[in-house]
Structures are given as C-alpha cells and as structure tokens.
C-alpha cells in the first residue's frame, strides 16, 4: 500500500517531477553563462567585475589557484616576496638561456585569486662574488615592488600605427584614472620626497594607490635627486602623466592607512563578491576550449571551457557570448594552442587538431633583463628607497648617439632575419623589420625612457638594479605536452641579439656613474658588484656583457605573446582583443602588448581590462 502511494498518487508525482527540474535548473545555471573568464588575475578580475555590473548577465571566472585574502606574506607590505616559491607561486623554468650563459631562470607568476598582482615585487639576483678568490655565488635579494609607474605617452600611441584602431593615450588615459583610488601623501611623506599632479590620478577607481609608511626618510631622497641632476637628469615629480624621462619617488599600490597590499582581488572581487550573478572557481584548472561545430560567418565559435577541478572531476563550462582569457602571458598562449589554435607544426607534434592555424601564437615573448649594482657604504639611510630614474639614449650614449643611431637602422635587417629563423617559421623577416624600425623610431627619434634605474641606498649599502626597457630579442612560449599542467616551454632568448647588450651596457655604465657622483659618492667607501677588477672603467660592451651573463635575472615584465596588431604583423588578436579566426575569443592580459612599457605592467593592465571591458559591453548593449 505505502508503494502504491508513493508511486501513483498525482501530487507526489508532481512533487518529484518539480524537484527534479529545480535541480537540473540549478545544474544548468551552474554550468552555463553568458561569459567566462579563465583566470582571476589582474586583468581578469577587472574584467569579471566591470561585466557583473549587470545583474541579468551571468559571468564565470576560472582560477587555478585559491584566495589569499588573508594571507600574510601577500597582504604585509614590508616582507613581500615571501610567497615566491611557494603554492601560490607557477614558478615556471625557462630553457637553457643559449645566448645568457646557458643557464635556466625562474619567472614568479601569481597562482591565486588576483594573480600575479598577489606576488609582484621581489627580485632575486645571483651576483657572482668576485672579490673572493671562489666559485661561490653571493645571493643578493632586493624587494621592490607594488610599483605604479605607467607608461610614455608615445609608445602607447605606437600601438595604434600597428593597426589597433582606438589604442592611444588619449583613449587609455581615462582607463588609467578610472582603475585608481590616488591616496594624497601625508606631510611626513611629502618630507620623504612624496609629489604628485591630481589631474593625473584618479579618485573614484577600485585600486589605491599611495605611499607607504615606510619609505625611506631624512634627505636621502633629497642626496639621490641632487646625485642624478649632477649627471644631468631632471626631477620629475609625478611621472605618471605620460612623460617619464627623470628622477622620481614612485607611490605604490597599496592602502595607505593599513600599508595593506592592494591585489586585484582585494579591489575588484572581493567588493562584489556577492553578487549572485558572478562565480568565481577558485583550485580550478582550464585545460582547453571547446568549439561549436558551426560556425559564425567563417569563424570558429567557442562553446565552452573543458575544467578539471582540485578533486580531478572533468567537466565543461558552457558559455553563450564570449570567453576571455586572462591567464597571463606565459599561460594564455598554452591555452589556445591546446585548444587547437596555434602554429600547425606544434599542434601536429602533439596530436592536437588545428582549430585555426594561427602561427604566432606564443611567440614575440619580450623581457627585460635585469641586473643589481652595488657599493659597500655608511649611511644613516632607513626605510624603504622608490627611487626611480628614466633615462634616453641621448643620456646614455651622449655624443656617440647618431652613431648608435645609425648602427640600430643599418643592423635591423640582420636583427630581423635572426628573429624569423628563431621562431619556428611563424614570421617573415619583413614583418619583423617593420616592428623594429618602429621600436627604433620610438628609442632615437621620440626620445622615450631608454633604461631604468632604481638607486637603493641602505645604512650598509648604495646600490641600483637596472634594465634597459626595450630588448630587440624575441622568444617564445609554447606547450611541452598535451596535458595542460606540463611545464611550458619558455624561451625569452636574452642577448640573442647584440644590440641588447650594447644598451644594456649603456645603462650599466650610466648606472656606475651615480656610484661616483657626488652628494651621493660622500657615502660609498669601495663598489662591490661587479667591481672594477670583473669590470673597468673602460670595459667593453663584451665585458660587461661576459658580467651580465653571470649576474642577471628576468625582469618578470614578460608579454606579448598573443599580440594586438595587424595580423601581417603577426598579430594574434585584433583591436578589439579578439583573436584572429575566432568570432567570441578574447584574450585580456599582458600577452596582447605588442612591445614593452617604460613603466611597470600592472597600472597599463588595469587600464586594458577596463577598457576591454568596455568594448565588451558595447558589443553586446550591455
């Protein structure tokens, strides 16, 4: 009998019936949306949260790593660089460096929700000790980092002459007041060297910035500024309003009232993390696209995202209008090439069937090479030094600039014809001509920064770390494997070319310069790395290249991988941040830069994701 009412009755009947739609329902909703995001990094993030704003249009992100909202050695300002290493950290390898000593380096990368803007900031340099008779290596860390320094005007403009329509400083500008809370310094830190133009900062945006409480006090700011306009370099107060050439004290992205570290989840996600509209899969892995077997027009049209989380259960992820990648530079790319899209000669030798035949993916990875200085000194210097300093090649090479000049024109064609035979006949030595002479034109007739310097004074210790910003190099990142989770292979291809020795060796020479210019030089009793016994006063660029080889790291600036330019160019997505071939692909992250900045990456990747974001919303009259 109790069978027979279970069973039969009608209304149990209806009740069951009910039940089972509710969960099917929620199964659907939690598998289907309008947008999904892989990855919950720093552009990421903007992204989801500028698309959530919308309460009838659902958004899914997929992040591999978990939250570290509380998580001090992200959140403490003063010890950061602690998590490199950890579980938060891709710490992927390169390949043998072939041209920088044959060696491998590590490239930091933010596994967590808020991606690398969670770790950025410490810089390990191996300098080999020269002044003792040994082979052992004196591991010098310095931490810098949550660095907001833009870019130059130019170079942003730069990106438009490649074919991206609407990118410019003009249009950027409004993107970069829009992402920022400017947090004004207080009198202690004005006395530290503190300054600022409001009409160049924000006041409303997600992200503060401001300067810590820490920060290196006294007049040292006052003897480094003197220092460097003895070289000839002027102060710049605020070099956040596209011009950059000159001394500044840089501010941070940090809150200013709790020295808190300002992530992208701390102010983009976590805000609105409530709203019902956003899912965020945090421990979660994308291992490639899926694809619709119709097409839009003549374009591929991604359905969805295939998954795999913490517990190893596979599963797809559908999405109705676009899916944007926002994995990163050294991650994005492995993305679409496991997804089929990608130079058809790596997708062949790993079985993976070629979607769209896109050779440049993964390819024209640029990085700087970054290399520390140092003096044995006594000092009564405390805190934390953001002294940065901007230099031209007018600066660097003085009276033999039209000479290097010519050297840079005269060489492109030969530079250019390494670059396409390096990059698995992805390229043509003439595209690659056309993008050099533009760089070229951007160092010597523009006169952008040439090389950054960060002078680091201690009570110990007067040093700098440095970079030249724009290598001529070109590498490349691809997968090793068909499985996701394999290292990728990444191949920077530091001082292939030997032009980037030579600038590296300008700035290096610049550099020594402040070691032995007064006020400055009151303080410094004997240089200590690379010493002038490893390195002369009239060394050679070979010779300091030789010193280069054994001390330098990666600048952890890596982009360009999935490039926004004409796609004669070797584009791989156009300007609106879709990827060739594909009707509903974006990609918004640091690949799609086609050259390097003269600042640091993540104020210029806070802009891109919230103008992208716009450009989504426009398309779909949200």
């Known amino acids: 009998m109790a069978i027979h009412l279970v069973i039969l009755n009608p209304f149990v009947l209806f009740i069951i019936q009910a039940l089972f739609q509710i969960v099917s329902c929620l199964s659907y909703n939690e598998s289907h949306y309008d947008y999904i995001i892989v990855g919950g990094g720093t552009s990421g993030l903007v992204v989801a949260n500028r698309l959530s704003e919308n309460p009838a249009i659902t958004v899914a992100v997929i992040e591999a790593g978990d939250s570290v909202f509380n998580n001090p050695n992200v959140t403490n300002t003063t010890t950061f660089g602690l998590s490199l290493g950890t579980s938060i950290d891709w710490a992927y390898s390169s390949t043998l460096q072939i041209y920088a000593g044959n060696e491998t380096q590590i490239y930091h990368a933010g596994k967590a929700l808020g991606g690398t803007s969670t770790i950025n900031g410490t810089i390990f340099i191996s300098l080999p000790n020269n002044e003792l008779e040994s082979d052992v290596k004196l591991i010098v860390v310095y931490r810098l980092g949550m660095t907001y320094l833009r870019a130059q005007n130019v170079e942003i403009d730069a990106w438009e002459e490649l074919g991206n329509t609407g990118w410019n400083w003009a249009e950027l500008w409004p993107y970069y007041k829009k992402s920022e809370y400017f947090q004004r310094p207080n009198s202690k830190q004005r006395m530290d060297g503190a300054a600022f133009n409001s009409s160049m900062h924000g006041s409303t945006g997600p992200v503060p910035v401001g300067w810590s409480s820490t920060m290196m006090g006294g007049d040292a700011h006052a003897i480094v500024n003197a220092t460097w306009q003895n070289l000839g370099i002027p102060y710049r107060a605020d070099a956040n309003g596209g011009e950059m050439l000159g001394f500044t004290v840089w501010p941070f992205t940090l809150n200013a009232s709790t020295d808190i570290r300002a992530d992208a989840a701390r102010d983009y996600y976590w805000p609105i993390s409530k709203r019902p509209n956003l899912k965020v899969f945090t421990n979660t892995l994308a291992n490639r696209l899926t694809w619709s077997a119709t097409f839009q027009g003549n374009k591929s049209l991604a359905s969805g995202v295939n998954i795999t989380t913490a517990d190893g259960v596979e599963s797809t992820l559908f999405a109705s209008r676009e899916i944007i990648l926002s994995a990163g530079s050294l991650r994005s790319p492995l993305l679409?090439?496991?997804?089929?899209?990608?130079?058809?000669?790596?997708?062949?030798?790993?079985?993976?069937?070629?979607?769209?035949?896109?050779?440049?993916?993964?390819?024209?990875?640029?990085?700087?090479?970054?290399?520390?200085?140092?003096?044995?000194?006594?000092?009564?210097?405390?805190?934390?030094?953001?002294?940065?300093?901007?230099?031209?090649?007018?600066?660097?090479?003085?009276?033999?600039?039209?000479?290097?000049?010519?050297?840079?024109?005269?060489?492109?064609?030969?530079?250019?014809?390494?670059?396409?035979?390096?990059?698995?006949?992805?390229?043509?030595?003439?595209?690659?001509?056309?993008?050099?002479?533009?760089?070229?034109?951007?160092?010597?007739?523009?006169?952008?920064?040439?090389?950054?310097?960060?002078?680091?004074p201690s009570a110990t210790s007067i040093g700098a770390t440095f970079w030249s910003l724009f290598p001529f190099s070109r590498g490349g990142v691809h997968i090793s494997s068909k499985n996701i989770s394999a290292s990728p292979l990444i191949n920077p291809n530091f001082f292939m070319l030997d032009w980037d020795i030579i600038q590296q060796a300008a700035v290096a020479r610049f550099t020594r310069k402040v070691l032995y210019t007064k006020p400055l030089s009151n303080y410094v009793n004997s240089e200590t790395s690379p010493g002038v016994t490893t390195v002369p006063f009239n060394a050679s660029d070979q010779a300091w290249g030789e010193w280069f080889k054994e001390a330098y790291g990666p600048n952890s600036h890596p982009l360009g991988t999935a490039a926004m330019m004409a796609k004669e160019l070797g584009g791989v997505v156009d300007s609106k941040l879709v990827v060739y071939g594909t009707s509903n692909v974006r990609v918004v992250d640091a690949s799609v830069l086609p050259f390097q900045v003269c600042g640091h990456l993540s104020s210029t990747l806070y802009a891109i994701a919230e103008k992208a974001a716009d450009m989504i919303k426009v398309k779909w009259n949200d």
């Open 336 to 456: 679409l090439e496991n997804s089929g899209v990608g130079n058809p000669t790596i997708l062949q030798k790993y079985s993976i069937p070629v979607q769209i035949a896109l050779p440049r993916v993964g390819e024209n990875l640029q990085d700087q090479s970054n290399v520390y200085m140092y003096a044995s000194a006594n000092t009564s210097f405390e805190g934390y030094p953001s002294y940065a300093t901007y230099t031209s090649a007018l600066d660097l090479f003085g009276n033999k600039t039209s000479a290097m000049e010519a050297y840079v024109y005269q060489s492109i064609p030969a530079f250019a014809t390494t670059i396409a035979e390096q990059s698995n006949n992805s390229t043509s030595q003439a595209a690659q001509e056309t993008l050099l002479r533009k760089q070229a034109d951007l160092i010597f007739k523009s006169g952008i920064p040439m090389g950054e310097i960060l002078t680091v």
